[in-house]
């Protein structure tokens, strides 16, 4: 698929169906996001893939980790957030998590790392789209839970960037492509008369 087309295509499609990309679609997945923009060449990017069996058994960790902050924070959990925890696997057959990893820099910010790492989901999300496949960036309160971090390995001090839901777009659920609207977000400046 063409660049533009891909980019044109790609929608978030909420609920995908096997097959995921195999290996070598992997590979090519996460090659083309560490191809994105890094200033500094910093490799801020850290990418946990979860699949199969591992994935499965991630539900179950999400819920214990919602519950965890419910308690750090002094609160009963709630039994439909937790529920909810435990199906979200169900959502798609591969899940790659994006996260961010500062590097020690006198000169590039912290919101520059991050910046990359965005850049990269973005650059994975369209070799998902231009391979056949589809995908959906997730976040929500996961993404911000400390429990969920320490369960990915991750320390403290990264950022989870996003959970890019990964497979093949069930017969019916295509989206039609993006129809670009500018109206009002462009402008073409000018030097002052
Ligand atoms: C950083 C980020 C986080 C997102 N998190 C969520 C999310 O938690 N839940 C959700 O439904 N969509 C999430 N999305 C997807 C957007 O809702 C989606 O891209 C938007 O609705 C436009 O649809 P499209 O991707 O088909 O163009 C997220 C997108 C980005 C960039």
Redesign the pocket.
Same mark, same amino acid.
Request: glycine fraction near 24%; proline fraction near 0%; charge should be positive.
């Given at each position: 698929m063409e660049l533009l087309d891909a980019i044109r295509s790609? &929608?978030?499609i909420?609920r995908l169906t096997a097959p995921a990309p195999d290996a070598g679609e992997l590979r090519q997945i996460l090659d083309a996001a560490v191809c994105a923009p890094d200033h500094g060449e910093l490799r801020p990017w850290r990418f946990i893939v979860l699949e199969g069996e591992a994935k499965d058994a991630f539900g179950p960790v999400l819920a214990a980790a919602t519950e965890a902050e419910y308690r750090d924070n002094g609160r009963e959990p709630e039994p439909s957030k937790v529920k909810k925890d435990l199906t979200k696997m169900d959502r798609a057959p591969l899940v790659v998590v994006a996260a961010c990893d500062y590097q020690p820099n006198e000169k590039i910010p912290r919101s520059e790392q991050h910046a990359a790492v965005v850049a990269a989901v973005q650059n994975a999300s369209l070799a998902v789209t231009a391979l056949g496949y589809a995908s959906?960036? &997730?976040?929500?309160p996961n993404a911000y839970n400390p429990h969920v971090k320490t369960a990915l390995g991750l320390s403290e001090d990264c950022d989870i960037v996003?959970f890019l839901y990964v497979g093949t777009i069930a017969e019916g659920k295509e989206?039609p492509p993006?129809e670009p609207e500018l109206d009002g977000v462009v402008t073409h400046w000018q030097p002052p008369a």
């Open positions: 790609r &929608r978030s909420g959906m960036w &997730r976040t929500g996003g989206k993006h």
